[in-house]
């Protein structure tokens, strides 16, 4: 035990910067996901069928890819064609788009939720598309929404691990260089894994929180 904390001890600063890299990666594809997941969602129900018909092969073929790949293809082709991104672009750019596939049903899900009633009703009084979703639809569509958001931003933050594979710093990798240069596998792999579930437990509390907020909201 005295040799797991003082081990914890030396390692964990260059862990710490791991997570720093993590949070990062995590904050902006979850920033960018849920920004191109509404506009995917909003096409699909937007009624113009070649609208809609672009967003559903935008989000079958985005699904259908692996992350690996999309994140290999962003770092190491792109700069082929003249694009070239730094590590952490293309890790943010990469889950961000990738996990957008699956914000996108999410959100079109919620939003197929809401009464057809309602917007019969926006659409007599004279309310354009754009409002009515703006004023009655979306803030009744996020209650439902929220709680499977929340578990999408589990999955990703354990998923910002995959940014490893094109050398982002991040908290994987930054394991992977201690456990390969000090042969202490054990303990750095269940540093790694306590890190990762303190990162993720006040997340797990969250969509608990909000499965019980709203799931009570939405039986009345």
Request: no cysteine; proline share 4%; hydrophobic share 55%.
């Amino acid at each position: 035990m005295q040799n797991f904390l003082r081990d914890a001890a030396e390692f964990m600063p260059l862990l710490l910067l791991g997570v720093k890299f993590t949070i990062l990666v995590s904050l902006g594809s979850l920033l960018l996901s849920t920004v191109l997941g509404l506009v995917w969602a909003l096409m699909r129900v937007s009624g113009v069928p070649w609208l809609a018909m672009i967003a559903k092969v935008i989000v079958n073929t985005l699904r259908g890819i692996p992350i690996l790949v999309q994140l290999f293809y962003l770092y190491f082709v792109m700069p082929e064609l003249g694009i070239r991104l730094s590590a952490l672009e293309a890790g943010i750019i990469g889950l961000g788009v990738a996990y957008s596939a699956y914000h996108s049903e999410n959100f079109r899900a919620g939003i197929e939720a809401i009464d057809h009633g309602q917007i019969e009703a926006a659409q007599s009084i004279g309310m354009g598309w754009g409002l009515m979703m703006r004023r009655v639809v979306l803030p009744q569509a996020i209650k439902i929404m929220l709680p499977p958001y929340g578990n999408i931003m589990i999955m990703m933050l354990k998923d910002s691990s995959q940014a490893s594979t094109i050398t982002v710093a991040e908290l994987t990798l930054q394991g992977q260089i201690i456990a390969s240069s000090t042969f202490k596998n054990m303990t750095v792999y269940t540093l790694v894994a306590l890190l990762y579930l303190s990162m993720s437990l006040p997340l797990i509390g969250l969509v608990g929180w909000l499965e019980r907020r709203f799931g009570k909201g939405t039986q009345r």
